[in-house]
């Protein structure tokens, strides 16, 4: 049984998804991967900073945010620490980075995980920025320090299409990737088929808390072109930026739009593409009028789907969660248990 | 770079398609994973027999079986072993073992499995045989030996079912698992759905290379429910035996049948379904009526799916081809690759 020790950076919805994980599953995960996985810090903006070398009881952490609504009333040897002391100062094998972070720079989440593969810590991380903006210079920094990066949250949270695309894949040989990778987008679609206004289905998704007040990100592809991005460098060794990516939204598509691909036997999904074509990578997020038959007609609601064409396997289709708190947190234990196969022995 | 020399007991379609990805892509491999894959030795029943522990050329090797019908016109300094002798005489590190079995003994390949395993030597193998009648005996043997057994090629082909819900989603908790795990009912299913008698449908799928002259083994679920045990063995922990298998064919299904399920906005499918209940596990194959909105009720003609039920991802579906000569030899290259990654430093 090997132990690594976690610093998490941001205890937000997915800090805690994973220290619900770890709570009650931490043992049984231990004996079915020879793996135990204990937090020695946890850095918050908003919560406070604790560091203890002997550990952090993932109960104690949860129960204080319930109670508390922070961590600063936890006793620990070190406290107050910012992002940068936690993970230079404290002894963890690896730097969860889960604080926030953006499409335009990439930071302050970028920052984190520089700091942590310089100091020779692996890095799982589940924002998006780090790993559309700067993969190529952080793999390389992860290379020369001897450690892993690993980023399977970035794209359909905890369903794991990044593990299958590279470790299962990859080897087929990919040519083509397609995917519904926005939950909230496809959650409107789903209900202007069932006869909602784009309107409406929007209101409803920001409702069932899908979309945020400003859904820009979410409705006009920005969010799925940087998951194209990700895919295009991590899994088919592209080196694409987000102005690379052919980009439209679904606000123009109406319910006249709508109607007319069902009469068509077809049905509009948010499609992002990654494809070679005459030795030139082409890379877009628009909305598709895809026929029933298409293995991602039928995925409705939130959830997410990615269709890898290979050259062995023919097509070969993922379908699972897009979000979710515990879902983007199992991300990360399959981030850790990734980092624990390549390292183990 | 590591070089595992493998021996391929069985040189028939699935052995030839391995054969065909190592003369194309093992550099490719050898470059993206860091393994080099080397044939030393190949023994086939009808074929003939070859070791040569400085390598055997699987282009050399193919253009044999092409010209010749048979192996025995290439030059190698051992000809004419038979399987014991190969699996203990050449200097192999990994045992291929794609010879041939049944669901009732699961023989000769348990045999030549458990000579591997014995001789301290890893085991990929695509017969369902050894798997799903003596996973627990041979995955003891193997712990003792401390080698590595692993089986991607008897459920899905090279889609890899197995190793998604073993090294991605076990830890996620398997409670259920449901699929469609038999590409020649499938097509029965999808042929009739276009309005094809059983019977008609039946003869396509043989004329298509689907199913065999006597097609019980498929229409009657017997290969999907040694599918089901596999998949309750491997990755539910279970210790299940055909005979633990609730089973019921397609032959019942008839054209009235396939209507009166489209009236209802429903759809046939052959279910494989594992579940744990009241502590209890259940396992069955039968024919299920699903909503289309199921994700299994979309996946038409040979193409087989199955969804993973946990308890932290809710449903992940993976959806590929279930057969075929390149997708098997590409579940064994998957097994390969586990073996590299459990073994590697």
């Known amino acids: 049984m090997k132990t690594y020790r976690l610093a998490l950076i941001g205890f937000g919805n997915v800090g805690q998804g994973l220290a619900q994980i770890l709570r009650d599953r931490g043992p049984e995960l231990g004996e079915r991967y020879g793996a135990t996985f204990q937090i020695v810090a946890v850095c918050d903006f908003l919560q406070g900073s604790l560091y203890n070398p002997v550990g952090l009881d993932p109960a104690v952490l949860l129960a204080a945010v319930e109670n508390d609504g922070h961590l600063r009333n936890i006793e620990a040897p070190q406290q107050g620490w910012d992002a940068e002391e936690t993970i230079s100062g404290s002894k963890a094998d690896i730097i969860v980075e889960m604080s926030y972070t953006n499409l335009e720079t990439g930071e302050p989440a970028t920052s984190h995980v520089r700091w942590a593969l310089q100091a020779g810590k692996h890095v799982a991380t589940t924002n998006k920025g780090p790993i559309a903006l700067h993969y190529a210079e952080l793999a390389d920094m992860a290379r020369q320090n001897k450690v892993e990066i690993e980023a399977e949250g970035t794209v359909m949270s905890g369903t794991p299409a990044i593990h299958l695309g590279r470790d299962q894949l990859a080897g087929a ?173």
């Open 173 to 345: 040989g990919i040519k083509r990737i397609q995917g519904i990778l926005n939950g909230t987008t496809n959650y409107i679609l789903t209900q202007m088929e069932g006869g909602a206004s784009y309107a409406d289905a929007l209101r409803e998704a920001q409702v069932q808390g899908y979309a945020e007040a400003d859904p820009t990100g979410d409705v006009e592809g920005i969010d799925a072109a940087g998951k194209v991005v990700i895919l295009a460098n991590l899994l088919m060794g592209e080196s694409l930026t987000m102005a690379d990516v052919k980009r439209t939204g679904i606000t123009g598509i109406t319910l006249e739009d709508v109607g007319a691909a069902r009469a068509a036997g077809e049905r509009w999904k948010l499609i992002g593409t990654i494809e070679r074509k005459n030795g030139q990578i082409q890379a877009s997020v628009q909305p598709v009028r895809l026929p029933l038959s298409h293995p991602l007609a039928s995925v409705s609601g939130a959830t997410n789907a990615i269709t890898y064409a290979t050259d062995l396997l023919g097509d070969v289709t993922l379908v699972g969660p897009g979000a979710g708190r515990i879902e983007t947190g199992y991300a990360v234990v399959s981030d850790l248990l990734a980092i624990h196969r390549a390292k183990k022995q």
